[in-house]
């Protein structure tokens, strides 16, 4: 397989995760997003992704965006280390969480918003750093409180999607320097992940394209 992505992106991060707990070899092309106004922008990556973003997945003929999508995918294609627990409603409040971040927090604060928001807006430095916190915390404290209470991992004994997902947002936490009060929950299953070689060959600073 081959990913498209770029070692900051926290949604192509989830699909690094994902991939190396099925341990399924794949190929790194990385994509810059800032370098020249950025690679996505292309017309020759509007080939590969219309919607101008990491990550994309290739597989034989297949080819994929979308974060979701992806992990879908890789869970139908390969039955290894499963990524969504099977069992009804297990796999619907998995999908609860995994939407939490996913449409609820970094659509909100990616690139292309933030873009926007100084262009449109003409917000400064301070108030984008303002946005991208309280977005973050909030998503993250709505997050917490769904999660399952005896650990180690989101949805209780069991790593899953959720997790995955997880774990590339608090990165992006950290860098804005949220405040973490209420969220220690997370911060330990944090701790606990990060322990785990899946999660840490995909750190964005050990990523070929890493700067
Ligand atoms: N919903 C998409 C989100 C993808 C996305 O927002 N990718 C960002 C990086 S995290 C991107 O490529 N942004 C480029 C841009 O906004 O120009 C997914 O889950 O894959």
């Known amino acids: 397989m081959k990913l498209y992505s770029y070692f900051r992106s926290s949604s192509a991060y989830r699909v690094r995760i994902a991939l190396n707990h099925k ?23 509007g080939k590969i992704n219309s919607k101008h973003e990491v990550p994309v ?10 974060s979701v999508a992806i992990f879908l995918y890789l869970d139908r294609a390969n039955l ?9 409603p297990d796999f619907e409040k998995c999908f609860e969480l995994v939407e939490l971040i996913n449409s609820g927090i970094q659509p909100l604060q990616n690139l292309a918003v933030l873009k926007k928001l100084k262009k449109d807006f003409e917000i400064n430095d301070e108030q ?15 997050y917490s409180k769904k999660i399952s209470d005896e650990g180690p991992y989101s949805m209780g004994t069991e790593l899953t999607a959720a997790d995955m997902f997880l774990i590339p947002q608090l ?11 209420g969220l220690e929950k997370l911060l330990q299953i944090e701790r606990t992940c990060l322990m785990l070689d899946s999660f840490k060959t995909a750190h964005p600073d050990i990523q070929p394209d890493s700067v």
């Open 128 to 142: 984008k750093v303002q946005w991208i916190k309280d977005i973050i915390r909030n998503g993250l404290l709505a």
């Open 171 to 181: 990165y992006n936490a950290h860098r804005y320097e949220i405040d973490f009060t």
């Open 80 to 88: 290894n280390n499963p990524l969504f627990p099977k069992a009804f």
């Open 23 to 45: 341990q399924i070899p794949y190929e790194y092309i990385p994509v810059h997003l800032l370098k020249d106004g950025g690679e996505q922008k292309t017309s020759a990556y």
């Open 57 to 66: 997945l290739e597989d034989k003929n297949v080819r994929l965006s979308q």
